[in-house]
């Protein structure tokens, strides 16, 4: 995801806390943070709080702070062992181009490959990044294996009513959205 993200100009000023702050639903580390289940610290006058990544964005580019407060570190536990995490953005263009949709994933396997926990955070599929739960529930307990993530695709349509917009139309975007699942098994796979 960072080597496709902006420009090198972008990167050298952009910071992780403002691209989490804009709470855009493109904004391409947000899906990333959530799938990695990140807690996020917050100061105020009164001190620090912390707050789950799912907490913090509340609604189209809205989050939680208060006037007083700003983001000022993140937290991620340590990936288990069994426990993968990938992302992929697709935009129109490789540099300067902010996502069409974009997903990451952290899947967790048992010793036989079913799988035990899944998280698939999607951006640019609605008015938030947001998680597509119907998917993941049907995942949940099955095996991870190419027949069963072609099934999950059909819950995408499910758990998503993408709008069409400048880049890209809604049909697309939903389309992108079940493929990038596919493509996730055959990272997650290899
Ligand atoms: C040419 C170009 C390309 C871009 N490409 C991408 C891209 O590929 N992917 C992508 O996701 N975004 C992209 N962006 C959007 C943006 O640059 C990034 O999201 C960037 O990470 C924002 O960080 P910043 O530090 O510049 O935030 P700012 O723009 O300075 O701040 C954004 C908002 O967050 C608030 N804020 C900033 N830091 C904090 C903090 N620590 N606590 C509380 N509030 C805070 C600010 O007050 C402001 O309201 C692009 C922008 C441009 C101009």
Redesign the pocket.
């Known amino acids: 995801m960072l080597d496709?993200?902006?420009?090198v100009?972008?990167r050298e000023?952009?910071?992780?806390?403002?691209?989490?702050?804009?709470a855009?639903p493109?904004?391409?580390?947000?899906p990333v943070m959530m799938a990695l289940k990140a807690k996020l610290k917050i100061a105020g006058q009164l001190g620090f709080r912390w707050v789950e990544i799912e907490d913090f964005i509340t609604d189209y580019r809205q989050?939680c702070?208060q006037n007083d407060?700003?983001?000022?570190g993140i937290g991620i536990h340590d990936l288990k062992a069994n426990t993968h995490f990938r992302t992929a953005?697709v935009?129109t263009r490789r540099d300067?181009?902010?996502?069409t949709v974009n997903i990451s994933i952290r899947i967790q396997l048992d010793e036989n490959e079913i799988v035990e926990e899944i998280i698939l955070a999607y951006g640019g599929m609605a008015a938030t990044v947001k998680r597509a739960v119907k998917a993941e529930q049907y995942l949940i307990g099955k095996p991870w294996a190419k027949e069963v993530v072609e099934e999950a695709k059909a819950y995408i349509e499910h758990d998503f009513t993408p709008i069409s917009d400048a880049r890209s139309g809604a049909e697309f975007r939903l389309e992108v959205a079940k493929n990038l699942l596919l493509k996730m098994f055959y990272e997650v796979s290899r």
């Open positions: 496709v993200f902006a420009s100009q972008i000023v952009a910071s992780i806390g403002g691209n989490l702050s804009t855009s493109i904004g391409d580390l947000i989050n702070l407060e700003l983001l000022v953005k935009s300067l181009d902010i996502s």
